[in-house]
């Protein structure tokens, strides 16, 4: 039986920050946007700025946060700089729902225990 | 919307009444969750403490005893909104059949990032299929 407070610290020292900053990364459309472009495709910079009516460098900063949440990778690609989507840290929602499961599954079993011993006595 | 919602059943040989009591009395509670400050009462907001912080809040949006008990769920991480837990007690063969549900996980998490989400993960289920489906034949 995994006491309460140990279920719930695990969860927070596996995903708090990690979550944290990748939804930070999210919670702007625009990003949002670039990320549906890159599950589709990978792209340079100058594929991503064609898309939109903002200057390169109002992309290349979203580029930075989204990198920095750990949503997209760049790799060098002989003169070009290719931007990639990174599924791996966006999975971390459903870790999210695979805790809250395992959660409930102990607590739930532990009422269990608890009202069967009240009753019984 | 909820898109994701986590669901489990379980029975037990007491009568709903009974069980009720370990849902909303503050002791009870104490036994097998986080004992809340005070006893739940519809309208009202509750809160366990650990180690002096608050680990879980929200509120208590309806009780119908010894039937059905509603309350949002919150913890630091869900900065986008909040998830729902809802506890529905039905009398089964002498005993009672406890349903918990708890909705809006992943929207507590992500807010308007979700729509994106749900579309990035559908794409993968797609990729993954065809994978599989290239690895089998």
């Known amino acids: 039986m995994v006491p309460f407070g140990t279920a719930l610290k695990e969860i927070k020292m596996n995903n708090d920050e990690a979550i944290q900053v990748a939804f930070r990364a999210l919670s702007d459309s625009t990003r949002r946007d ?12 100058g594929d991503v700025v064609k898309k939109f009516e903002i200057t390169r460098a109002a992309v290349k900063k979203h580029l930075i946060i989204l990198e920095q949440g750990n949503l997209i990778s760049v790799h060098q690609q002989g003169r070009e700089r290719i931007n990639r989507l990174n599924p791996v840290a966006l ?29 019984k006595d | 919307m909820s898109t994701t919602t986590i669901t489990k059943t379980l029975f037990f040989s007491a009568a ?4 009720w009591q370990y849902l909303t009395e503050k002791q009870k509670l104490g036994q097998w969750f986080n004992e809340p400050e005070a006893d739940l009462t519809e309208g009202q907001e509750y809160q ?5 912080m608050p680990l879980i ?12 008990l509603v309350q949002t769920f919150n913890i630091k991480q869900f900065e986008a909104g909040e998830s729902t837990v809802t506890w529905i007690l039905r ?39 065809s994978l599989r489906k290239g690895i089998s034949s």
């Open chain 2, 16 to 19: 709903p009444s009974v069980v």
């Open chain 2, 57 to 68: 809040w929200g509120k208590v949006l309806s009780m119908k005893a010894p039937n059905e």
């Open chain 2, 48 to 52: 366990c403490m650990q180690d002096g």
């Open chain 1, 91 to 119: 999975k971390t929602a459903n870790d999210w729902l695979n805790h809250f499961s395992r959660f409930w599954d102990n607590k739930l079993s532990k009422l269990q225990q608890v009202i069967e011993q009240d009753t």
């Open chain 1, 34 to 45: 670039i990320i549906m472009m890159l599950s589709e495709q990978d792209m340079t910079i």
């Open chain 2, 91 to 129: 009398e089964a063969a002498g005993g009672t059949q406890l349903t918990l549900v708890h909705k809006g996980i992943e929207e507590a998490l992500a807010g308007e990032a979700m729509p994106l989400l749900m579309a990035l993960d559908q794409g993968w289920d797609e990729h993954f299929a």
